[in-house]
C-alpha cells in the first residue's frame, strides 16, 4: 500500500500563495487516484480535490475551484496542491490521500491511504 507524506504548509496571509507537496511511496503511485483533503478546527474532514491516475482529469469543491490547482508527476511519485489567493477560512490541516478506484470515488470518500497532514494558517 502507499505511504504518503505531505509537505508545504505554514503561515501565510490573505491574498497569499502556498503550494503543498504530496509524496508517495512505492512503484505503484501512478495506480492511485489521488485527492486533498482538509480539516478546520472543529469541523469535519471535507473534501478538496482529486486527480486522475493520468493527471488528466481533476476535480474541485467549489469553494476551492478557480483558486486551487490540483497536478500530479508520476515519474516522481508526487501529487502538488497549488492554492491561490488564500483565505482565512482556507486554515485547515491538509491530508493527501490515494484510491485505488476512481478519483471521483475518491472525491466521495474511497480512499485507501491517506497522509498525515500538513498544517496551512492563513491570516487576515
Known amino acids: 500500500q502507499v505511504q504518503l507524506v505531505e509537505s508545504g504548509g505554514g503561515l501565510v496571509q490573505a491574498g497569499d500563495s502556498l503550494r503543498l507537496s504530496c509524496a508517495g511511496s512505492g512503484p505503484t503511485f501512478a495506480s492511485y487516484a489521488m485527492g486533498w483533503f482538509r480539516q478546520a478546527p472543529g469541523k469535519e474532514r471535507e473534501f478538496v480535490s482529486a486527480?486522475?491516475?493520468?493527471?488528466?482529469?481533476?476535480y474541485y469543491a467549489n469553494s476551492v475551484k478557480g483558486r486551487f490547482t490540483n497536478s500530479r508527476d508520476n515519474a516522481k511519485n508526487t501529487v502538488y496542491l497549488q492554492m491561490n489567493s488564500l483565505r482565512p477560512e482556507d486554515t485547515a490541516v491538509y491530508y493527501c490521500a490515494a484510491s485505488r478506484t476512481s478519483y471521483y470515488n475518491l472525491r466521495d470518500g474511497s480512499v485507501d491511504a491517506w497522509g498525515l497532514g500538513t498544517l496551512v494558517t492563513v491570516s487576515s
Open positions: 486527480i486522475s491516475r493520468s493527471g488528466i482529469m481533476t
